[in-house]
């Protein structure tokens, strides 16, 4: 498949390492016709993206990534729209005030575990973004407590690891009606993490149609060829279109760069299509 959209880019504006701006240039720079920003809980870095992609002739798919609660897994909805979502910023307020509220909590734990990391490290590993989980695990990374990302989540920031704090959450049916009142179109990210076997996957995405999910991610970097297989399959019978990106973070989170997974033309033409008026 030749790839022409990464569909699921993360910034400096949430836990990325790059702004947006940045980001924009990279992907021009690797041949991409189109990406999504998708940050977490938060449309701030999309003006500098879209002003960015228009001198580069990059098209700019304003989006965004909201954690929903769910158990025992972790769903993610991400949100596209066919232009910069006004008023969405203060909406997703209330999730954003959760998120730093949530880090000095995870903080005193590592704290506690013997690892005598500082919010001030952290706040400037973070600098002007959202500090998130990504931001401790540099400082965990910085102060020789573990090797790599991947240790830093799997032995402690990870759901169910020592030093997770759990945030307030919006449900899924508000997820779903929140970007659907901004105009955008839901999609279900990366469904791995919800944890589930392949009939209980159906039942809750059927659920998930019926409050107006419109898409799943498909292409992405940790999903198996069955999964794919499986995932194109329930798209098919739900009426759902595909969406697929790499989650770029940063070259140290997981290895990979924009436009390493995502979709190919006749791909992006179905987006854009829902998308438009």
Same mark, same amino acid.
Request: net charge negative; hydrophobic share 40%.
């Given at each position: 498949?030749?790839?022409?959209?990464?569909?699921?880019?993360?910034?400096?504006?949430?836990?990325?390492?790059?702004?947006?701006?940045?980001?924009?240039?990279?992907?021009?720079?690797?041949?991409?016709?189109?990406?999504?920003?998708?940050?977490?809980?938060?449309?701030?870095?999309?003006?500098?993206?879209?002003?960015?992609?228009?001198?580069?002739?990059?098209?700019?798919?304003?989006?965004?990534?909201?954690?929903?609660?769910? =158990?025992?897994?972790?769903?993610?909805?991400?949100?596209?729209?066919?232009?910069?979502?006004?008023?969405?910023?203060?909406?997703? =307020? /209330?999730?954003?005030?959760?998120?730093?509220?949530?880090?000095?909590?995870?903080? =005193?734990?590592?704290?506690?575990?013997?690892?005598?990391?500082?919010?001030?490290?952290?706040?400037?590993?973070?600098?002007?973004?959202?500090?998130?989980?990504?931001?401790?695990?540099?400082?965990?990374?910085?102060?020789?407590?573990?090797?790599?990302?991947?240790?830093?989540?799997?032995?402690?920031?990870?759901? /169910?690891?020592?030093?997770?704090?759990?945030? =307030?959450?919006?449900?899924?049916?508000?997820?779903?009606?929140?970007?659907?009142?901004?105009?955008?179109?839901?999609?279900?990210?990366?469904?791995?993490?919800?944890?589930?076997?392949?009939?209980?996957?159906?039942?809750?995405?059927?659920?998930?149609?019926?409050?107006?999910?419109?898409?799943?991610?498909?292409?992405?970097?940790?999903?198996?060829?069955?999964?794919?297989?499986?995932?194109?399959?329930?798209?098919?019978?739900?009426?759902?279109?595909?969406?697929?990106?790499?989650?770029?973070?940063?070259?140290?989170?997981?290895?990979?760069?924009? /436009?390493?997974?995502?979709?190919?033309?006749?791909?992006?033409?179905?987006?854009?299509?829902?998308?438009?008026?």
């Amino acid at each position: 498949m030749q790839i022409c959209a990464d569909l699921h880019i993360h910034t400096s504006a949430s836990d990325g390492d790059l702004n947006p701006g940045k980001i924009v240039s990279w992907a021009h720079a690797r041949g991409l016709d189109a990406i999504a920003i998708t940050d977490h809980d938060t449309v701030a870095g999309i003006p500098e993206a879209i002003r960015t992609g228009e001198e580069a002739g990059i098209r700019i798919i304003p989006g965004v990534e909201i954690s929903a609660i769910y =158990e025992p897994g972790t769903m993610h909805i991400l949100g596209y729209f066919p232009s910069y979502p006004q008023g969405l910023e203060k909406a997703l =307020e /209330g999730i954003q005030d959760a998120r730093r509220k949530r880090c000095p909590r995870i903080i =005193e734990k590592l704290n506690a575990l013997g690892m005598p990391v500082t919010a001030h490290e952290v706040a400037e590993i973070a600098r002007d973004a959202q500090i998130g989980r990504p931001h401790i695990a540099k400082a965990l990374i910085r102060g020789g407590y573990v090797r790599n990302y991947e240790e830093a989540f799997s032995q402690y920031l990870a759901k /169910g690891r020592p030093a997770y704090v759990d945030k =307030e959450k919006m449900t899924w049916e508000e997820s779903l009606t929140l970007i659907h009142e901004y105009g955008g179109l839901p999609v279900l990210a990366h469904p791995f993490t919800l944890e589930l076997q392949s009939h209980e996957l159906r039942l809750l995405m059927e659920r998930l149609v019926s409050g107006g999910l419109k898409g799943v991610e498909i292409f992405y970097p940790e999903h198996s060829r069955a999964q794919k297989k499986l995932y194109r399959s329930l798209a098919r019978d739900l009426g759902l279109f595909a969406t697929g990106g790499t989650d770029y973070h940063g070259t140290a989170r997981n290895s990979v760069s924009p /436009g390493d997974y995502g979709i190919d033309t006749a791909t992006l033409a179905v987006l854009l299509d829902h998308l438009s008026p």
